[in-house]
């Protein structure tokens, strides 16, 4: 089933405008005190369930929004534009969600779907293993069925929403010696219960929400939680949200860009040097103008692969090219933002730290910059071949 939805009434403009009104009441002046001290936030969360932010992509159907892609990238946009970590509260939920709508059977979806759209239930993705993140064929943790159960034994590393989340969307190997090796996995709802512990990690940057490291013991799910009912597609399962992640990905890191610049822009009207305000000094001046250049570039990326996506079309060059152009502006402008507030660019009373240490972790998930460019140039070469 295709659950596209596309940007067809003024009600997704308006909720654009009330997540921005949400995001300058009520996100961007907690979420200082909550990155620092590395503290979940759930009143946030709680606004965000009463938002409808849960719920934002998945079918009116299944109790959620029904969302276009662009209008939730412009949401994610608004987000992150103030506080990123947020933005994966209910992103790496939506990727679930979504996997659940396109790949799942009618009794998972409406077991799963309408609780995960109010936000009772959160879902965290479960795919990278501490040797395996790029190279997912390459997992190693298994699954193996003992009557009408899986017995799960393995690892999972950096699972982003895995504490305070209900479940897991894990990536297993059903058959571990299929050849090619993507044949043998398959994709779990996996609840929490005996055998499923979860350790939280201490992170640089993208604090505030868990990320965790999982390990898996003798875990038992249920046969019935086969995502699909059919052993052997979870890759392919995987790899068919990947557009939908990449335009996420790609937006979270524009709205870095873009809070990064607002700071820096506000920064170099009231700062002097030299007898005058330093945006009238010509190096900040170049720095500004590159900065704005990427933000507007990133988002008319991310606005063409979102439309397409809308649209039912394949997107995948474009999905890829608005993910590399997004995160980049994003590690670039909260870079170029430390310099415009040289020292005060240490001090963890500006904001503009906290960018910097979130921006990079667009360039890794999702796909690395250097996959994505690859998968870029094959798409060209594919495309254009003589
Ligand atoms: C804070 C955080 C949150 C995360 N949340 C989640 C989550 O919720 N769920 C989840 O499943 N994962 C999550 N991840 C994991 C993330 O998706 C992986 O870190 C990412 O896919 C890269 O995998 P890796 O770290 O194993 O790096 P590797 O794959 O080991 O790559 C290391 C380096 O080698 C390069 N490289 C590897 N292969 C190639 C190649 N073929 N060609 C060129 N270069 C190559 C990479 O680009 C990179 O520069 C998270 C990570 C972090 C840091």
Redesign the pocket.
Known sequence: MDTRATDKSSDQHEFVDAVETWVEKELRPVARKFDLADEYPHEIVEQMKALGLFGATISEEYGGLGLSAWTYAQIVIKVASAWMAPSGIFN?HLIVASAIERSGTEEQKRKYLPRMASGEMRA?????EPN????LQAIRTTAKLDGDEYVVNGS???????LHGQFTLLLVKTDPEAEPRHKGMSLLIAEKGPGYEVAKLK?MG?RSID?CEINFDNYRVPKANLLGGVEGKGFVQTAGGLELGRINVAARGAGIAEGALKLSLRYAQERSAFGKPIWQHQAVQMKLADMVTQVEGAKRLIEQAARKYDRGERCDLEAAMAKLAGSEAGAFCAQEGMRIFGGYSYSVEYDIERYYRDAM?MC????????LR?VIAKQLVERYRI
């Open positions: 790496s965290s993705i479960g795919l990278t395996a993140g790029s190279d999972k590393m950096w699972i982003t929403n895995s992170k993208y990320t972790l890794i998930g999702e796909g690395t910059n250097e996959i690859q």
